[in-house]
Nanobody, 118 residues
Framework: QVQLVESGGALVQPGGSLKLSCVAS????????MGWYRQAPGKERELVAN?????????KYEDSVKGRFTLPRDNAKNTVYLQMNNLSPDDTAVYYC??????????WGQGTQVTVSS
């Protein structure tokens, strides 16, 4: 099993920045990919960004966040971050950290609310 704990959600003004954190624990050596999904009210959950943990493959970003969001990680702390810049109201959502095993089994965090509003 893998446990994921997110933090960092907040209310932020348009144009502002926010950094979410996701700490993984448990059987972390089984993780193949980590990243973030988000779900806005009335919308389906969508992939924001992900990164393979065990290879040098590049990070993948959803088109609407390219150039604004990055996915740094700290392997020593088993932590993946979501750095969000130039936020807009369209980014308002609950953000979920996830980890995927090589057998495509998903683990999810509890979610953290990001609200972009003036």
């Amino acid at each position: 099993q893998v446990q994921l704990v997110e933090s960092g959600g907040a209310l932020v003004q348009p144009g502002g920045s926010l950094k979410l954190s996701c700490v993984a624990s448990g059987n972390i050596f089984s993780i193949y990919v980590m990243g973030w999904y988000r779900q806005a009210p009335g919308k389906e959950r969508e992939l924001v960004a992900n990164i393979p943990i065990t290879s040098d493959s590049r990070t993948k970003y959803e088109d609407s966040v390219k150039g604004r969001f990055t996915l740094p990680r700290d392997n020593a702390k088993n932590t993946v971050y979501l750095q969000m810049n130039n936020l807009s109201p369209d980014d308002t959502a609950v953000y979920y950290c996830y980890a995927m095993r090589s057998d495509l089994w998903y683990f999810w965090g509890q979610g953290t609310q990001v609200t972009v509003s003036s």
